[in-house]
């Protein structure tokens, strides 16, 4: 809502796009709108691939008409507004969107200008207030970044948030054969250097060890590397 | 870790700050950094209010350096790196590091460079790998937004996560006496106005108009504008 700077529009179409979002509205941005204008062009540029969103973006002259087909509708603010609303974090209102989407509602999250935020007539149109759960003592946030975190909030609650990250190829773990095997070949060579005194400790000396190596959930690569590191330090020891 | 401009420096510890975070570390620099410097002043610049946690930052020539008190380190990364490491989001990540912090540890989180990120090497110190939910299609975060959305979660889950978000001073409930000097009023003029039609339908009419009004959670002052409001739309009607 009257955004003063076209990077700004563009960064936050950029926080949008990270996390799946992509109606962006804007309400009277100040330096004016329409292609080929410095401001959508400041927009495009700062939204680097993400410029998709600021391309599609609709205008509107005021809030009552960027707001006119959608059913809930949040204002995000910094500070406190004296209007009864509920004051709600991004992570406590993200529930009700998700339900009116499931519902096939539409909901609609208000963002203020730079510098001087909503005013008190956009906040009135809302349904209730989006409240960041900042430091009392450093509340700001730029536009970006309060689009940033609901966008993320969004993104963690209602996109499967069941599914694992996405995660390397696990490797293959090592079979106990490889393990037992090293074990053997350490054993040996510690037995052989005089490690295991006084002897009556060997048996707990060995299982200490036996338990660092099997606690790490080893995989067959590790396994064949720290042979090799166990023989180069043999090698070292014999050359001295 | 080897961050490029020390605006990007500040601009994090903003984020830090916003959430309630202090101890930033930087290493290598690639500016250097030194009172004085331009590195560290672009740094304040940006930083603004949190140029306090830039003052207060220790600089190390290492990762290792940096993280050699700590007792658990996560690296964020934006792709798969190939180690077999657990690749978290920062939800998932969060609670381990609550935890280890009450039990007296210490966690550390590592940021990369711009562009680059962090190294191989650097990942291979940490205990595990926080990636950001974000759309595959659109992975890239810049330093402080990936600061940004680390800090938010870690308030979220370790700063009292009972806690209310401030909220307005609520208003005086409408004692039930106003609200039925308020029916009573609109009921009468209705009926003067010829408005329950058919008869036999008035008393569904009633309903239906004082459920809407118990519906809303009124507060005395809201009972107060709408009895403005209907009584100056009474005189334009007499008005007329």
């Given at each position: 809502v009257r955004p003063?700077?076209?990077?700004?529009?563009?960064?936050?179409?950029?926080?949008?796009?990270?996390?799946?979002?992509?109606?962006?509205?804007?309400?009277?941005?100040?330096?004016?709108?329409?292609?080929?204008?410095?401001?959508?062009?400041?927009?495009?540029?700062?939204?680097?691939?993400?410029?998709?969103?600021i391309r599609a973006a609709r205008v509107f002259?005021?809030?009552?008409?960027?707001i006119a087909d959608l059913h809930c509708?949040?204002?995000?603010?910094?500070?406190?507004?004296?209007?009864?609303?509920?004051?709600?974090?991004?992570?406590?209102?993200?529930?009700?969107?998700?339900?009116?989407?499931?519902?096939?509602?539409?909901?609609?999250?208000l963002f203020g200008a730079e510098r001087t935020g909503l005013g008190n007539g956009d906040v009135s149109l809302a349904d209730a207030i989006i409240s960041f759960p900042v430091d009392a003592g450093f509340a700001?946030?730029?536009l970006a970044q309060a689009v940033l975190l609901v966008a993320y909030e969004w993104r963690r609650q209602a996109v499967d948030p069941t599914a694992p990250v996405r995660s390397p190829e696990p490797g293959r773990p090592a079979q106990r054969a490889s393990l037992a095997a090293l074990l053997a070949y350490v054993e040996a060579e510690l037995a052989a250097a005089g490690f295991y005194k006084p002897p009556e400790k060997a048996e707990d000396m060995k299982i200490n060890f036996r338990n660092i190596l099997h606690r790490r959930g080893l995989e067959e690569q590790d396994v064949r590397t720290l042979m090799g590191v166990f023989r180069a330090l043999r090698g070292r020891r014999q050359a001295r």
């Open positions: 003063q700077l076209g990077e700004n529009i563009g960064m936050a179409a950029r926080a949008m796009r990270n996390f799946g979002l992509r109606d962006l509205r804007i309400v009277a941005p100040r330096d004016g709108w329409s292609e080929g204008s410095t401001a959508m062009q400041a927009a495009a540029d700062a939204a680097a691939g993400a410029d998709g969103i002259e005021d809030v009552a008409g960027a509708v949040y204002a995000t603010t910094a500070r406190e507004r004296g209007q009864s609303k509920p004051v709600l974090t991004p992570a406590a209102a993200m529930p009700a969107i998700i339900a009116a989407n499931a519902a096939g509602q539409r909901a609609g999250i700001s946030l730029n």
